[in-house]
């Protein structure tokens, strides 16, 4: 099926370890995100990229990183992994960037104990 | 202040019941999304708006540009309706890049 394909659905991580999330689309979206959801707030953008090549910060990108070297992809680094970091992580896509829809992936729970 | 506010942050209602949700936002957008998260579920888009109201089902969502505010009804709620309903907008400006400011989300829960 057509969507946003986000690997693992859970993980946990020690202080300090690394670790990559995983983003898939297959829709040809040029329009990519990462957000962070901590319960009881809105979600947060971490970063953003509009075409291969393109990544930008979003509000907390502080502890991650980010590349696009092909439109599908889009993956998230962890470095040095930390207890604040632990929280349920979103990728999406948009065709268009603008007022066109979203397509979110189904999550990924992470712990950092 | 948050950009974008929703209320209220919990609901309980009785199946059979309608229901409305409200968002309230502080900035100049282009549209505004309404999005559906069941628990332990990932995102769905219900709604995209950016003016007058929307209908799919039971479900109806409205915007006055004017006072800033959308709301989203759901009609004869059932418990299946029961998610985390998300208001998002997008600021207006070229430079958005379809940047997505998010509420912090309403928790609904239907009882049978």
């Known amino acids: 099926n057509a969507g946003v394909t986000q690997t693992p659905k859970f993980r946990i991580l020690k202080i300090g370890q690394s670790m990559t999330l995983q983003c898939a689309q297959d829709?040809?979206?040029?329009?990519m995100y990462w957000y962070r959801q901590d319960p009881g707030m809105g979600l947060k953008l971490i970063y953003y990229?509009?075409?291969?090549?393109?990544?930008d910060k979003g509000e907390v990108p502080n502890g991650y990183n980010v590349s696009r070297s092909t439109t599908e992809d889009f993956p998230l680094r962890l470095e040095l992994a930390a207890p604040s970091q632990t929280s349920v992580y979103f990728c999406?896509?948009?065709?268009?960037?603008?007022?066109?829809?979203?397509?979110f992936g189904s999550g990924t729970r992470l712990t950092v104990v | 202040k948050n950009e974008v506010e929703q209320s209220p942050q919990n609901l309980t209602a009785q199946e059979g019941e309608f229901i409305t949700i409200n968002c309230s936002y502080s900035?100049?957008?282009?549209?505004l999304h309404w999005l559906q998260q069941h628990p332990g579920g990932g995102i769905v888009s219900l709604f995209m708006?950016?003016?007058g109201k929307k209908k799919h089902g039971r479900l109806i969502a409205t915007i006055n540009i004017q006072e800033k505010h959308s709301s989203l009804h759901i009609t004869a709620s059932h418990p299946r309706d029961s998610a985390v309903y998300i208001c998002?907008?997008?600021?207006?400006?070229?430079?958005?890049?379809?940047?997505?400011?998010f509420g912090q989300g309403t928790i609904l829960t239907v009882h049978p």
């Open positions: 829709m040809n979206h040029n329009y």
């Open positions: 900035v100049g957008i282009s549209a």
């Open positions: 990229s509009v075409g291969a090549g393109i990544t």
């Open positions: 708006l950016s003016s």
């Open positions: 999406a896509s948009n065709g268009q960037g603008s007022s066109y829809g979203y397509t």
């Open positions: 998002a907008v997008l600021n207006a400006g070229g430079t958005s890049y379809g940047k997505l400011t």
